[in-house]
């Protein structure tokens, strides 16, 4: 399961460029940070990237409800969305 940045051809900028460059930055709750005065592509790529993600989370969450471990795997799909 990749949920970390998988990125349509159309954005010029890619995760990793925008990470390097301060861009995007990770944030606890599993998401991309967008920073003040970020370019347009910039906040694109990233507003593409947490849909995909809550999009992930909530699929998870539903496959999971009433099951013990559920924060667990929500925490675990965080830590590999960091990667």
Do not use: C, W
Request: hydrophobic share 40%; proline share 4%; charged share 20%.
């Amino acid at each position: 399961m990749m949920i970390a940045g998988t990125v349509s051809t159309a954005f010029a900028l890619d995760l990793e460029t925008a990470r390097k460059s301060g861009l995007a930055g990770e944030v606890d709750n599993g998401l991309l940070a967008i920073p003040p005065g970020a370019p347009t592509d910039a906040q694109e790529l990233i507003t593409s990237i947490n849909n995909s993600r809550r999009a992930e989370y909530a699929k998870v969450a539903a496959q999971n409800k009433g099951r013990r471990h559920y924060k667990n795997t929500i925490l675990g799909l965080m830590l590999i969305s960091h990667q």
